[in-house]
């Protein structure tokens, strides 16, 4: 299967953001990007039924007309790490309705976008963290980082953690550089770059128009189309 699991160096990076503009360029493109996010957290309640925001926006931006059970197989309410969440309300985390969710996904389109849940190390059911799903899944490595200071270390430390588990890192994307980027801003992604032997495939300005929760997606696509390293990226899924 072809795709990329997208994970962050934190919760908060903007995977969500930038995996949907992905989805979106590549649905542009013609390559039929599917969508998921195995699990999701912080989930509203709706009637009987919990809506997962990031799964949404997604599925919109991706322009695909799946079940959000299959989009999102596992949702719950406490915004916490799913594991957790889990255990504090009483439920279960169905592992096997990931996998499930993820092969007809990755049989009904061309490429597969799967955003994780926070970092590489959240736990997703007892000591099952999200990198485990990740060598199940069997996708490349994306990691979205932010600009800001300590950003070096967050990013060296999520690659590294990805190539102990025997996982291929095909890049890095730097999310929500400022219009007058500071010292640090300016130099990190070039500093990670050099340390790591990691492609940087972009470095994507902040929006401020984006807000995942409430579904707009303001000039995110765009900025994608322009700034992401899409020949490195279309060359991966194309592998």
Known sequence: MRGFFITGTDTGVGKTAVTGAMAHVLRRRGLDPGVMKPAATGCIR???????????????MAGVD?????????????????????QLSGERVDLSKMEEAFRLL???????????????MVPLSGAFLVEDLAV????????VARPDLGTINHTLLTI??????GLSVAGVVVNGLPGE?????????????????????GVIPRDGEVDVEAGRPGNLAALA??????PALLAELEG
Do not use: Y
């Open 66 to 86: 799946d079940a959000l059970d299959l989009i999102c197989p596992c949702r719950l309410e406490l915004p916490l790490a799913p594991a957790v969440a889990a």
């Open 46 to 60: 709706r009637g009987a039924e919990l809506v997962a925001a990031d799964a949404l926006f997604l599925a919109r």
């Open 136 to 143: 199940r899944f069997n996708l490349p490595l994306l990691v």
């Open 181 to 201: 980027p500071d010292a640090a801003q300016r130099t990190s992604p070039l500093v990670i770059g050099s340390l790591s032997g990691v492609k940087i495939l």
């Open 106 to 120: 990755g049989s009904r389109h061309r490429v597969m976008l799967v955003e994780g849940v926070g970092g590489l």
């Open 160 to 165: 590294s953690r990805a190539r102990q588990r």
């Open 225 to 230: 189309g322009e700034h992401l390293d899409w």
